[in-house]
């Protein structure tokens, strides 16, 4: 015979307290001694008590679940933010629905219909690149439906968001090149309509502006994957004997360019320094090592999702919408060593 799980009721009754008592431990309800919260806790997770999903939904109305929208799952920084959304989500008796855009704006609003379409309570979202119509996420609000942006934000709609710190991040990776006695810096930049695209070329400039150095409009390239670096092969080849540094909007990319440069007989980083952006595990395994920022992926996705539930759970408190903003540590390697 299959197992019964445990219940509030089998944890009261075995503890010799009231179920109430037992479901108010369980939410750190204040009326509640931290004494008697702890001794619940303690035999709630001796005894593997999982809260009923299906039975809060009925209660509160809801579907306990909470959406999530991202450009692609491989991306260590956006796998990052989603172990800080579930650590959070599942702790508070939410489950999530992750879904992938692949940075398509097609693809992206298909998923928020299905979303929609599942009743999910509130959705996390980071937009592709290629999101340049914003109906599909006007439905969400339509709907009366909480959303929190992160990283990738829509500019068009009021909302909480959380993000890291682009131009500060950019503006001091630049800077570490410049001080290294190098003068002319490719950049190769996101889009523009993206707000990270936007703030990290900023950031490049304003540092380029502090040090005097050449902010020739050349030296700037919408390349931002590696598909990109090698369909522009021939025009970076071109650039490289005029350039002493590159900094990349990701670390892939600069990744694809250090080894496009090295194949083409540049010292890295003796002729052309290289930076990245993201810290990716692979920056410190390759040879330089990559230089980079680090952003606070997982601290960022808790954050995140920490806004999300505040708003499900105080439905009826009017809070301006909140921006929290990450700094990003830079990581020094070798690849940008001064020659």
Do not use: W
Request: glycine share 6%; hydrophobic share 40%.
């Amino acid at each position: 015979m299959k197992p019964h799980p445990a219940s509030i009721s089998d944890i009261a009754k075995a503890l010799g307290v009231a179920p109430s008592t037992v479901s108010r431990a369980l939410r750190d309800h204040p009326d509640i001694s931290p004494a008697t919260r702890n001794r619940v806790k303690e035999f709630a997770a001796r005894v593997n008590y999982r809260p009923n999903a299906l039975a809060l939904g009925l209660k509160h109305q809801r579907s306990m679940t909470i959406g999530i929208v991202i450009p692609e799952l491989v991306h260590f920084f956006f796998s990052s933010v989603l172990s800080g959304i579930e650590e959070v989500a599942y702790s508070k008796g939410y489950r999530v629905m992750i879904c992938q855009s692949a940075d398509d704006l097609k693809r992206e609003a298909l998923n928020v219909q299905a979303l929609l379409d599942h009743q999910v309570d509130g959705m996390l979202i980071s937009i592709s690149k290629s999101t340049v119509e914003y109906g599909h996420l006007f439905r969400i609000v339509d709907r009366e439906i909480p959303v929190v942006f992160f990283d990738r934000v829509c500019d068009e709609i009021d909302s909480d968001r959380v993000l890291t710190d682009d131009f500060e991040a950019a503006r001091a990776i630049t800077s570490h090149l410049l001080q290294g006695s190098r003068k002319r810096i490719l950049h190769l930049a996101a889009p523009q309509h993206l707000a990270i695209g936007r703030e990290r070329y900023h950031g490049y400039l304003r540092a380029l502006q502090d040090h005097e150095a050449d902010t020739a409009d050349e030296l700037v390239i919408h390349c931002d994957t590696p598909d990109k670096v090698r369909e522009l092969r021939e025009h970076i080849l071109n650039l490289a004997p005029s350039i002493d540094g590159v900094f990349a909007v990701n670390d892939i990319t600069a990744i694809t360019a250090m080894h496009l440069l090295q194949d083409a007989g540049y010292a890295v980083p003796e002729q052309i320094g290289i930076a990245g952006f993201g810290d990716d595990p692979i920056s410190g395994m390759i040879r330089p090592g990559l230089t980079t920022v680090e952003q606070k992926g997982y601290d960022m996705g808790k954050s995140a999702v920490t806004m999300l539930l505040e708003r499900l759970e105080l439905p009826e408190k009017e809070v301006p919408s909140r921006l929290e903003v990450f700094p990003a540590t830079l990581k020094i390697r070798d690849s940008s060593r001064k020659p």
